[in-house]
């Protein structure tokens, strides 16, 4: 079982930056491909980033791709998700999700964090 809380959202202006954090308990955290993903109001969840256990793969989705950049510490048991250049559009509860491999489906990740929000705006 690993529980999963993110922390570090919050409202930025366009072009700005935010880092968030999704910290898990347990001792397997490296055993564990870990994803972002982000809903925003009437759409569907969709794919963020995704590392791999050890940090050494990552993938992105298209939208993100240059400004966004996962990471994660292992002994720390944390995944990041660094967020420059924000747009408007990126506003959204993000989630991070843990599984055993990294993949860009939501549906193959084990565990969910509860969200935060991240809102962009002047």
């Known amino acids: 079982q690993v529980q999963l809380v993110e922390s570090g959202g919050g409202l930025v202006q366009p072009g700005g930056s935010l880092r968030l954090s999704c910290a898990a308990s347990g001792r397997t955290f490296g055993n564990y491909a870990m994803g972002w993903f982000r809903q925003a109001p009437g759409k569907e969840r969709e794919f963020v980033a995704a590392i791999s256990r050890s940090g050494d793969s990552t993938s992105y989705t298209a939208s993100v791709k240059g400004r966004f950049t996962i990471s994660r510490d292992n002994a720390k048991n944390t995944v990041y998700l660094q967020m420059n250049s924000l747009k408007p559009e990126d506003t959204a509860v993000y989630y991070c999700?843990?599984?055993?491999?990294?993949?860009?489906?939501?549906?193959?990740?084990?565990?969910w964090g509860q969200g935060t929000q991240v809102t962009v705006s002047s």
């Open positions: 999700a843990a599984g055993y491999e990294r993949s860009r489906f939501s549906w193959q990740y084990n565990y």
